[in-house]
């Protein structure tokens, strides 16, 4: 199956995301993730590049943990192997302040257009925010 759109199983992968506040409720990010599907039994490794432009909507919070919802557009494309297309995601997220820094965990599920079929991703994401 090396060329399905998605690979089976998990895969593991590192992003940055830089994102411009507009206001104190709304910003613009973009982010670059790669991911390495290392997990399929059957298949070879597979690498994605997945670009993602986002709004990033800061809901009000109690105490000092800080919730968002996200949502945009971007592309699930494979470095080798296998087919790919552009994405549309949504998610949900949560920022933890420290001092200097934050820590965050999000959900971030992305719609998968393909040529001739679609695909789902869940990626749940944990991080440092500077």
Do not use: C, W
């Not at 507009?22 to 994605?48: C, K, M, Q, W």
């Amino acid at each position: 199956m090396g060329d399905a759109l998605l690979p089976d199983g998990l895969s593991i992968g590192l992003r940055g995301r830089g994102a411009l506040p507009i206001n104190a409720d709304l910003s613009v990010g973009a982010s670059l993730g790669v991911g390495a599907h290392l997990f399929a039994d059957s298949e070879p490794t597979r690498y994605v590049l997945n670009p993602q432009a986002s709004l990033i909507v800061t809901l009000p919070s109690e105490g000092p943990n800080v919730r968002y919802v996200l949502g945009g557009f971007g592309g699930f494309l494979p470095l080798s192997g296998g087919k790919g297309g552009p994405t549309i995601h949504g998610g949900y997220g949560m920022a933890f302040p420290l001092r200097q820094t934050s820590l965050f965990i999000e959900g971030n599920p992305s719609l998968i257009i393909g040529e001739s079929e679609t695909g789902f991703v869940l990626a749940a994401r944990t991080g440092v925010i500077f």
